[in-house]
Nanobody, 117 residues
Framework: QVQVVESGGGLVQPGGSLRLSCAAS????????MGWYRQAPGKQRQLVAI???????NYADSVKGRFTISRDNAKNTVYLQMNSLKPEDTAVYYCYVRIATTGMDFWGKGTLVTVSS
């Protein structure tokens, strides 16, 4: 089994910054993609950013230039640095891990980010 635990959410004013962290543990042989999705109230879960084990990155257009995803393969940890936050970034942020050898995805329970003055 794989455990995925996020941390770092909270309340921040518009224009502020937050850094999310996500640590994966357990049966991680074949781990490849790690990333972040978010779900705002009343909306579908959407991709924020993803990074492969080899460092290939994909961002949602809405966060390009403001968010930066990074990864520590040795620690099986992925980070999301969020700058210039906007009220529309308010959502529960979920970390996910993909095991390439099995095609299985594992999700964290989510961490709430609220951008408000």
């Amino acid at each position: 089994q794989v455990q995925v635990v996020e941390s770092g959410g909270g309340l921040v004013q518009p224009g502020g910054s937050l850094r999310l962290s996500c640590a994966a543990s357990g049966s991680l042989a074949g781990i490849n993609g790690m990333g972040w999705y978010r779900q705002a109230p009343g909306k579908q879960r959407q991709l924020v950013a993803i990074i492969t084990r080899g460092g290939m990155i994909n961002y949602a257009d809405s966060v390009k230039g403001r968010f930066t995803i990074s990864r520590d393969n040795a620690k099986n940890t992925v980070y999301l640095q969020m700058n210039s936050l906007k009220p529309e970034d308010t959502a529960v942020y979920y970390c996910y891990v993909r095991i390439a050898t099995t095609g299985m995805d594992f999700w964290g329970k989510g961490t709430l980010v609220t951008v408000s003055s």
